[in-house]
């Protein structure tokens, strides 16, 4: 994956605020024997539903998430269409691109999710990820279209606490995330989340129905440090958060929705 590319999948592949280590981690390369890039490419929907299921998730993730009450999402399948700039930091002139994305419900708030990023109408990479309503990054991974190898599956493998609810006004939990390569380095980090304003849900695109509101979460080191900051617009009729900005020490990313559709 170039430069380019890589740094736009960061910005974009996880629907939530990552640490900066979790979010690299899905560029380097690593070999699976177990999986392959042009199977993977090939059947799309098929190694989503293999590899980001919720039954691929730690037994302490899965059980945190279920017993915290969570309920389904309010829609079985929907289509995003987006326009991108990411701002990296230090260069004058930003990047567009255009992403396109696949939501689906995968019961218990999770959310299954495919896409592909696009530089000029060429394909650069596409990702896959398993989240919770859009704001809790649980397992990801991005693959260039020129990838020869497939690169690692960044995990979420413990959850120590969950406090509120993204519905709410105030949201956040701490994990541990690591890469599924040999010898791979696990990073704590917590995460805090408030509501916004609300506002019709047709001001992010004139076809989602209901009501929205802000959503701001921070990624906070082990220290305390805020690493990360994101900014969502939780579609309540939806029951699930769509990435609208973010930053970190490296990058800046803005989003617009160009196209909505509920299938």
């Known amino acids: ?108 708030g999770f959310v299954r999710q495919v896409g592909v990023t696009k530089l000029n109408g060429f394909e650069q990479s596409y990702f896959f990820a398993l989240n919770y309503r859009g704001v809790m ?11 020869t190898t497939m690169p690692p599956i960044a995990d979420m493998i413990s959850v120590s606490h969950i406090d509120g609810s993204v519905e709410g006004s105030h949201f956040s939990y701490a994990a541990t995330e690591t890469t599924n390569m040999p010898g791979s380095a696990t990073i704590e980090v917590r995460y805090d989340c408030s509501a916004g304003k609300s506002y019709p849900a047709s001001q992010i695109n004139p076809m989602i129905q209901g009501s929205a509101h802000d959503v701001e979460c921070h990624s906070l080191n082990v220290n305390g440090v805020v690493i990360g900051i994101a900014r969502y617009g939780y579609l309540e009729k939806y029951g699930v958060a769509i990435l609208i900005h973010s930053k970190n020490p490296s990058l800046e990313t803005s989003k617009t929705v160009t196209s909505f559709k509920e299938e």
């Open 1 to 108: 994956m170039d430069f380019v590319a890589r740094n736009i999948f960061t910005a974009l592949v996880v629907v939530l605020p990552m640490s900066t280590a979790f979010a690299q981690g899905m560029g380097v390369p690593a070999q699976d024997p177990t999986n392959s890039v042009a199977v993977a490419l090939h059947d799309k929907d098929a190694y989503l539903h293999h590899q980001y299921s919720p039954d691929t998730l730690p037994k302490n993730v899965f059980d945190a998430i279920t017993q915290h009450g969570a309920k389904s999402v309010g829609f079985k399948r929907m289509s995003i269409e987006s326009k991108v700039v990411v701002d990296k930091m230090g260069v004058a002139v930003p990047v567009s691109s255009e992403s396109e994305s696949i939501y689906e419900n995968a019961g218990n």
């Open 137 to 147: 990054a649980l397992r990801a991974q991005g693959i260039s279209v020129n990838a």
